[in-house]
């Protein structure tokens, strides 16, 4: 593993680490991180499913920059 590589995978860790610990709206930090780590290597409007997707944020998101999403979240 390069330096390069190592630091590109701390910066995404530490974008993760902030938006778990965070108690605010993350969405934009969740967005941030699948940036860098899926979106890039998807063609566009790929079909994206989000398990557990809260109130749908994240999806919003998603929709706005093209991909087609289904998200789904089940609340007992």
Known sequence: MSLEMSLENRETYDLVA????SG????DIWLACLDKI????LPDK???LDLCC???E???KLLMK???VI???LYI
């Open 71 to 73: 998200g789904s979240s």
């Open 24 to 27: 605010t709206e993350t969405s």
């Open 38 to 41: 899926l979106l890039q290597h």
């Open 18 to 21: 902030l938006a778990y610990n």
């Open 54 to 56: 809260g109130k749908g």
């Open 58 to 60: 994240l999806v919003q």
């Open 46 to 48: 790929a079909r994206i």
């Open 66 to 68: 093209g991909y087609k």
